[in-house]
């Protein structure tokens, strides 16, 4: 079974440009996240989506970051312009969750790590 | 607001060893948690999981103890192995209210196997 894809793996850019990146989660999972990792940090969520709903963005900075999940499979997270302090790395998860039922565990992708110069 | 944290930022063990990684949580919502691995350039990877209607988990070398009225669980690796060097995350949530289906994580503690 293909787990999470992410791309790229690696991103270097220059502040005040944009950046973009890709997620296709596990086939079935209805759940997408992104997270974000700081250095020396754990993951931090930026936002869930259930289907193509985002049903959590309450930490997305919406001025400058986006994200759509265009047919409730995969996703992209935008950032224009970027800014020295958003270098990080940027996890996409996903998961099947039933609503009302137990939680499950999320599987993560590689993660695109993204420098700001 | 730290609502999962791990106090250790790193542990250093003995090949064959016991590996004890401990966690705190402070929201009494909680009632899922996890311990994920990750290993440099990688995603972390989950490695095994406690519902709180239980206090023990075990999956082979790893078990997780859950003490809800401490509000902390921790993760014991019998016998380490310098394969299991590596970040070591905790991370809870919640089947209701604001942290539902949402992982939130602690900061990590980094274990060292030495051989």
């Known amino acids: 079974e293909a787990g999470v894809v992410q791309s790229p793996r690696y991103k270097i850019i220059e502040k005040k440009q944009p950046v973009a990146f890709w997620c296709n989660p596990i086939?079935?999972?209805?759940?997408l996240y992104w997270y974000r990792q700081n250095l020396g940090q754990g993951p931090e969520l930026l936002i869930r989506?259930?289907?193509?709903?985002?049903?959590?963005d309450s930490q997305l900075p919406k001025d400058r970051f986006s994200a759509e999940r265009l047919k409730g499979v995969d996703s992209t997270l935008k950032i224009q312009p970027a800014e020295l302090g958003d270098s990080a790395v940027y996890l996409c998860?996903?998961?099947?969750?039933?609503?009302?039922?137990?939680?499950?565990?999320?599987?993560f992708g590689q993660g695109t790590r993204l420098t700001v110069v | 607001d730290q609502q999962v944290k791990q106090n250790s930022p790193s542990l250093s063990v003995q090949e064959g060893r016991i590996s004890i990684l401990n966690c705190d949580y402070t929201?009494?919502?909680?009632?899922?948690f996890l311990w994920y691995k990750k290993y440099p350039a990688e995603g972390p990877t989950f490695l095994i999981s406690?519902?709180?209607?239980?206090d023990k988990n075990e999956d082979g070398r790893f078990t997780v103890f859950l003490n809800k009225s401490a509000k902390h669980l921790s993760l014991h690796i019998v016998p380490s192995q310098p394969g299991d060097s590596a970040v070591y995350f905790c991370?809870?949530?919640?089947?209701?209210?604001?942290?539902?289906?949402?992982?939130?994580f602690g900061q990590g503690t980094i274990l060292t196997v030495h051989p």
């Open positions: 998860a996903s998961s099947f969750l039933r609503t009302g039922g137990m939680n499950t565990e999320a599987f």
């Open positions: 086939s079935g999972h209805n759940t």
């Open positions: 989506y259930e289907n193509e709903e985002a049903v959590d």
């Open positions: 929201n009494s919502m909680f009632d899922y």
């Open positions: 406690i519902s709180s209607i239980k």
């Open positions: 991370a809870a949530s919640a089947a209701g209210g604001t942290s539902y289906g949402k992982l939130t």
